[in-house]
Each structure stands twice: as structure tokens, then as C-alpha cells.
């Protein structure tokens, strides 16, 4: 069974910078696409960054040049640096797995990010 677990969601001010973790299990994670969604209260569920299984990345025009995804392969992690945090990156975070295998997606529980002005 496939599990995502967030971490390092948090208050922090604008242009400050968090990181969050996704560690994974139940899956053999390299092979995998992830990613990281965010939902802003009252508003849909929105892509933020994708990672492929072989480190080629794509980013939101919104967070272009401010976030970075990355990930280890072997401690089965994807990470969000998200640096000059805006009011508007509010959201709850989520990580997500496109698994090549099972043909879904899975999704983590979520992590929060309030960014105060």
C-alpha cells in the first residue's frame, strides 16, 4: 500500500522560506513521477511542481524562480524549497505520486503553509 506523508508546513512571513518533505513507502520510489499540488481555501486544488523519475522538473508559472523540487531516491523523499514566500502561497501542500506500476495516483494528507504579510 502506497503512503505519503508531508512535512514542514508551517506560519512563516512573506519572503521568508520553508521546505517541505514527502516521504513515501509501499512503492518502489524511484521509478515514479511526484509532485506537489497546493488548495487555497475556496479555491481548486492547483499543480505546483513535478519531478520524473529521472530529475527532469516542471514548475507553475506562480512559483517559477522561487521553488525548487528535488528528490532522493534513496531515502524514498521528494522535497519543496520554497523560498520568497508570498501571502498568496497559502495553501494546503500536497505531494502526489503518478505510479507507473498500479496506473494511479496516490496522495499524501497534506501539510499547511501560511505565509503572513
Known amino acids: 500500500q502506497v503512503q505519503l506523508v508531508e512535512s514542514g508546513g508551517g506560519l512563516v512571513q512573506a519572503g521568508g522560506s520553508l521546505r517541505l518533505s514527502c516521504a513515501a513507502s509501499g512503492t518502489i520510489f524511484s521509478i515514479n513521477a511526484m509532485g506537489w499540488y497546493r488548495q487555497a481555501p475556496g479555491k481548486q486544488r492547483e499543480w505546483v511542481a513535478t519531478?520524473?523519475?529521472?530529475?527532469?522538473?516542471n514548475y507553475a508559472d506562480s512559483v517559477k524562480g522561487r521553488f525548487t523540487i528535488s528528490r532522493d531516491n534513496a531515502k524514498n523523499s521528494v522535497y519543496l524549497q520554497m523560498n520568497s514566500l508570498k501571502p498568496e502561497d497559502t495553501a494546503v501542500y500536497y505531494c502526489t505520486q503518478n505510479n507507473v506500476l498500479t496506473r494511479r495516483d496516490y496522495w499524501g494528507q497534506g501539510t499547511q503553509v501560511t505565509v503572513s504579510s
Open positions: 519531478i520524473t523519475s529521472g530529475g527532469s522538473t
